[in-house]
């Protein structure tokens, strides 16, 4: 499997010889980020994660496309994509372009008690990467690759220490990053890296958009 990161909290996974899936193509990643999937995976509704226009766009491109997804995303797009639009919660699973894909998470991080929390999912995939979406969710079983969201109004980096410790991942991927600037992402990389507190053993990745790893 190959992983390509996109802009903030977009990935895209790609099997040899297979099929193409890309997670949370939002308002902060490429405007393209989700042309060329053979499926997709929405985590939540809020803008960084889910651009309704760029979603459609990219379900346009490939007419064989289908989306995965929350109520609340999924009520938007599905009377125009019919038959191609199916709505998770927790617990669910499925196959999406190839991969194996199970749910879990019921709502996002706490932003502050004042706000709402809404739904958010996360995606396990291939039973090996996982992508949380915005909220520190535990996949409950080991996973080989976490996406760290690192830096969020609704997180801070002790939480996101405690996190990958908790989960235990053989290697953690930064994603959830465009509001860190140049100058302060250094300092997340000494701090989840063997120069700090430490994250048991996990190898800490840092990947520019467009950047692919094999897993």
């Known amino acids: 499997m190959k992983l390509t990161k996109h802009s903030h909290a977009c990935v895209r996974l790609q099997k040899d010889g297979g099929g193409t899936l890309v997670i ?14 053979d499926a997709i995976l929405i985590t939540h509704e809020h803008p960084d994660h889910f651009a309704e ?56 991080a706490v932003i502050h008690p004042d706000i ?29 690759t976490l996406m760290v969201p690192v830096m969020a109004p609704w997180s801070k ?5 405690d996190y990958i410790r908790e989960v235990g991942p053989r290697r953690a991927i930064d994603i959830h990053d465009a509001l860190l600037t140049d100058l302060a992402r250094p300092v997340y990389d000494r701090m989840l890296g063997p120069d700090g507190p430490g994250v048991a053993g996990a190898a800490h990745e840092r990947l520019a958009a467009g950047d692919s790893v094999r897993l």
């Open 157 to 161: 980096v002790s939480e996101v220490i």
């Open 116 to 144: 709402p929390r809404i739904t958010n999912v996360g995606y396990l995939v291939d039973g090996s990467v996982f992508h949380p979406g915005d909220a520190l969710t535990l996949p409950g079983q080991p996973v080989d």
């Open 24 to 37: 949370d193509p939002g308002a902060f990643s490429e405007e393209d980020a989700g042309v060329g999937a």
């Open 53 to 108: 226009d760029r979603l459609r766009r990219a379900l346009d491109a490939n007419p064989a496309a289908e989306l995965w997804t929350l109520r609340s995303v999924a009520e938007k797009v599905s009377a125009a994509f019919p038959g191609r639009v199916h709505t998770v919660g927790e617990g669910d699973t499925f196959t999406a372009a190839g991969f194996d894909v199970q749910v879990h998470g019921q709502l996002h």
